[in-house]
């Protein structure tokens, strides 16, 4: 009965330490906030925010950003322009970032913004396409991961205020993908956009571009809009 009584024992040790090795190999695997895994680092991945320093960010006016980095992320809210973007232009890539918003923010993620001067009446938006983020419960050309009244997204999947969001926004040639918190919500594809303000299905929209030929690469960046929002864990991956 006490060899019984052994054996057990020795066997839950063993189910013990395997599950405690796979835990460990688990915890290994994820990054810790603004750092990169090692398997991120062999897929290819770049990170973009170092989460202490403005090195690789500007303002789209090409100052330097007057907000401060604070807790590890950077918030766009009065850094002295419409937005703040990488300095690097990047075509074809997948943008991995996580965000969090304050009440009654307005918001997005602007990707391929060809040029920094803005045409004569125009802002700079105008020279990039925006990922919506906002303080909406709905799924219109205007809500969270929408394409900026482009594109409506198949339903909101942001989390509640406070709370931390993951999105992803895959670039590649004409497809512009968004994934929000795991749910893929939005997809288009620019060639279909044949003529200015009007989308495929015929409906109008408010920019005067075929986006059939936007350029394809430009600067990332994340506009100001009135209010506070936080951004950290800012990677991409560039596609072949």
């Not at 796979?22 to 062999?42: K, S, W, Y």
């Not at 965000?99 to 803005?118: D, E, H, W, Y």
């Not at 003529?195 to 571009?209: Q, S």
Request: glycine share 8%; aromatic share 8%; charged share 25%.
């Amino acid at each position: 009965m006490k060899a019984v009584q052994n054996i057990g024992l020795m066997l839950a040790a063993a189910a013990v330490l395997l599950t405690g090795n796979r835990v460990g190999a688990a915890a290994a695997d994820l990054a810790a906030d603004n750092t990169l895994t090692e398997a991120e680092r062999r897929a290819g991945w770049i990170l973009l925010f170092d989460g202490k320093t403005h090195a690789g960010w500007m303002n789209s006016d090409r100052t330097a950003p007057r907000t401060p980095v604070e807790h590890g992320t950077l918030n766009p809210h009065k850094a002295g322009h419409y937005m703040l973007v990488h300095t690097q232009r990047w075509e074809n890539f997948v943008l991995s970032l996580d965000f969090k918003i304050s009440k009654g923010c307005n918001s997005g993620i602007f990707v391929r913004t060809a040029s920094l001067t803005p045409r004569p009446g125009k802002d700079v938006g105008y020279n990039g396409i925006e990922v919506a983020i906002d303080d909406t419960p709905g799924a219109g050309y205007h809500d969270t991961a929408a394409l900026y009244d482009l594109a409506k997204p198949s339903h909101n999947a942001m989390r509640p205020i406070g709370e931390w969001n993951h999105i992803e926004v895959t670039c590649d040639r004409q497809r512009i993908k968004v994934v929000l918190n795991g749910d893929r919500v939005t997809e288009a594809d620019l060639s279909e956009f044949t003529e200015p303000n009007k989308r495929p299905d015929g409906t109008a929209h408010k920019f005067d571009i075929a986006y059939k030929d936007h350029p394809q690469r430009g600067h990332t960046g994340m506009k100001d809009h009135g209010s506070t929002r936080w951004f950290k864990n800012i990677k991409l991956k560039p596609l072949k």
